[in-house]
């Protein structure tokens, strides 16, 4: 059994900064991707980072260079440090493990996500 539970979401300013983390436990995570997923009121799910167990990371096209995917493998724990946020970066994030994709259906284990509110 695998448990992924994300922290640090809050409500924030436009132009501030939150670090999400993501602990796993269980079976080992480290042969898989580790990403971030967020899903907005009423929009779907859609991708937002991932890492793989090597070096792979992709980063969705409207947050690069402000979102910096993180992983400790050595405390199976990812982060997701995120700046210059946006009130259009309001979602709740969730942290997955699977193979390395950026289609949030590929993704096995999911976490219960965190909320970001991010105001204008």
């Known amino acids: 059994q695998v448990q992924l539970v994300e922290s640090g979401g809050g409500l924030v300013q436009e132009g501030d900064s939150l670090r999400l983390s993501c602990a796993s436990s269980g079976r080992t995570l480290s042969r898989y991707a580790m990403g971030w997923f967020r899903q907005a009121p009423g929009k779907e799910r859609e991708f937002v980072a991932t890492?793989?167990?090597?070096?792979?990371?992709y980063y969705a096209d409207d947050v690069k260079g402000r979102f910096t995917i993180l992983r400790d493998s050595a405390k199976n724990t990812i982060y997701l440090q995120m700046n210059s946020l946006k009130p259009e970066d309001t979602a709740v994030y969730y942290c997955?493990?699977?193979?390395?994709?950026?289609?949030?259906?590929?993704?096995?284990?999911w976490g219960q996500g965190t909320q970001v509110t991010v105001s204008s």
């Open positions: 997955a493990a699977g193979p390395i994709s950026t289609d949030w259906h590929d993704y096995d284990y």
């Open positions: 890492k793989s167990f090597g070096t792979l990371t």
